[in-house]
């Protein structure tokens, strides 16, 4: 009897749960479908943002959502990354040697708030980004602008004395510290957007940090979308800005981004018709995604460079010799071939292969037998006497993955043995600031297309360049860049640079690297962009 | 019962002061800054941003400061999340956590506990075998594994279940069976035993040789004894809920607590850290006090003491 009862029970607990199952079944129709019929983009976007201000924050998902919602004076180009499009300005010419810059303001350019976007804005802003109280990180984007570095520094409190100037309200001049044919390439970065100054003043003020102007109940943008809803760890969801100035160009109508950190995560809710685009692809997955459905499969270049940063402080990595013989006796073809898998460059010079009118060096070649030679010079014949030397390396199973390869290529090929440890992130970023390696694993993303994104990292005492190497020769060819007369000269000057890099070798180049990302097929306009910057602008589906 | 309660109450405002304290302290001396990020930052501005959150103080004025804020229920900005307080962060994914804990917990004991009565009443045949075996099963199984394989089976070959977010009902499911059948098949296995240790007493054979019908004897002599494993278990199962819950909101995309702990960590976020674990703290003190009392009432023999 008492059996039954809890046979009839479990019986009545198992139909529930079903119930509960198939009251759930939405009739199969795809998230995405909808979403693509209503013209809503729904992008798996990395992590949660660590906000919205573009003069606080750093990261790629932050920019995602920031450069649907803000405009700077000069926008992206649907196809074309060094194209200029125009933005908040209309038009803009510099005088002869491109060091004076004068921007046109459009007419019809407003803020949510109903503002319109004037000169005053774009000088208030750079103001915020570069006052030392506010503490922001891209604040030396800036330093290409006359006064800035300077004022940032706090060597004066009097903000006339940086290059910016609205001579009226629609009318902006930048006076910029050297010759920069590339600066309204630049522009493009956030550092570089404005904000409303009524609606920083309301909140807090120009210099607070913990403003609360860019949550979203206060958000004042002026882009193609205006902010809908935060969820944190949830969503973040943007609507079309119908008082965009461009409104007529702007196909969606919002998009979603979904904080997805976990990448298995994301490639579920793809596959389950939840996104139409993923931030990235677990490695492991890439070839048989390749073979199942390469339709959906993308693989991009990414102006971006993975290396290895040697310590050139400590012996024996203080002789150029053994960094040259290290950098050559790692077949890089096979690395990505075998380990990385993502359609990655081998890295034959620092800088990466993509930059219209800078061809990458080809210096940096596999030839092991020369890098036998190479560590016999520096008196460790067949790796005789190498002291033990150690990779660095953040915790992450590619990156360990990659560092075997390395450690098995340099004992095959020199006879050295060289041992991995890993370390967390913040721990990793103190060791490898404090020159507390042997090599340590890195990554530069340009934040625009020209080669000296890369290449002033490794200026003497750069707070990025943490190898502890530093050459007067290569200091004075960076400068002589900064200051060129002509393109020419100025590209002449980087190659020279990066010739002397590549030469001495303070960093192993691996890999370029690639975005490897899932795209649904519906989805037009969305080009392959080196920065990874897709003007949401042009984007639309094809049922609409 | 009352002096019982107040002074564990005192005892648990004594346990959670020196967590705060230790927590505080261990996490001034891990290296690392919530600033500190792949691009390096001049000198001077970082020492602007670490006196703006007051990390220019020495270590103890810091600790002063920061147990003031906690008592007063402030435990100040997040240093990485930007016009964020710890509070906001917390009564925003507090919610959500306890909804999968309780969801998770409720169903690991509703199929738990009558799972693991069945097995005992039904000793050695296959309505043993089977649940007991399954169970085995689930405690050997990992939420890791766990969690994609009903994601795919339910997500991505049926086509029923959402397999990431919390937008409602139909998504809290997935979560919560992953979470749940891990503690159900724990639930179970004690329930099992605690219930034979019940069944094999001598003042069962009694009853039973005096005629006492076979449901009075397991609902009503057996049952209270029977079940006092499980209640036991139930404090540890909630602070596993918890804790373990980082891998299930990771896997599911659910916006809980256990997210931001293990990112707080990673961030060097410190006074998030502390105000979460001061919450985890209290609640794990709190359940345990439920659980001692619930104990007591359950078994004549222990005393509020």
Known sequence: MAISKLQSFTRILLVALLGSLIAACSGGQRETDNAAAEGILLIGNGTEPKG??????????????????????????????????????????????YTVWTFTLRDDAVWTNGDPVVAGDFTYSWQRILTPMLGSE?????????????????????????????????????????????????????SFF??????????GGMTDRQSGWSTVENFVGNGPFKLKSWVTNQMIEVERNTDYWDNETVKLNGIRFFPVENPSTEETMYRSGRLHLTSTVPPDKIPSLRESVPEQLRIEPYLGSYFYRVNVTRAPFDN?????????????KLLVEKVTKGGQAPATGFVPAGIPGYDASTKVQYDPELGKKLLAEAGYPNGKGFPKAEILINTSESHRKIAEAMQAMWKDNLGIDVGIYNQEWKVYLDSQSNLDYDFSRSGWIGDYVHPTTFLELFTTGNGNNDTGWGSAQYDALIAKAQTAQSEEDRVQALHDAEEILLTEMPVLPIYWYTLVYMKDTQLRGWEPKVLDNHPYKYVYFETN | MLKFVAGRLLQGILVLLAIYAVTFFLVAATPGSPFSSERAIRPEILAQIEAFYGYDKPVFERFMTSLGNALSGEFGPSAVYANRTVTDIISESFPVSLKLGALSLLLAMTLGIPAGILAAVKRNTWLDYVPMSAAMVGICLPTFVMGPMLALVFGIILKVLPVAGWFGPEFWILPAATLGLVYAAYFARLTRGGMLEMLNQDWVRTARAKGVKETTIIWRHCLKGGLMPAVTFLGPALAGIISGSFVVETIFQVPGLGQWFVRGALNRDDFLILGLTVLFATMIVIMNLLVDIVQVALNPRLKYE
């Open chain 1, 52 to 97: 919205l201000d573009p003069h606080l924050v750093t990261g790629v998902p932050e920019n995602h959502i920031i450069s649907s919602l803000i405009e700077g004076l000069i926008a992206y180009h649907p196809t074309d990354d060094l194209i200029p499009a125009p933005g908040v300005a209309e038009s803009w010419e510099s005088n002869d040697d």
């Open chain 1, 320 to 332: 150029p010799k053994v960094r040259q013989a290290l950098a050559v006796s790692f077949d890089k």
């Open chain 1, 138 to 190: 891209y604040a030396p984007m800036l330093y290409v602008i006359k006064g800035a570095q300077a004022f940032h520094a706090g060597e004066t409190e009097d903000f006339s004395t940086v290059g910016v100037q609205a001579m009226d309200e629609k009318t902006l001049q930048v006076t910029l510290e050297g010759p920069t044919p590339h600066f309204p390439n630049m522009l493009k970065h956030y």
């Open chain 1, 194 to 203: 404005p904000v409303n100054p009524r609606a920083v003043e309301e909140h």
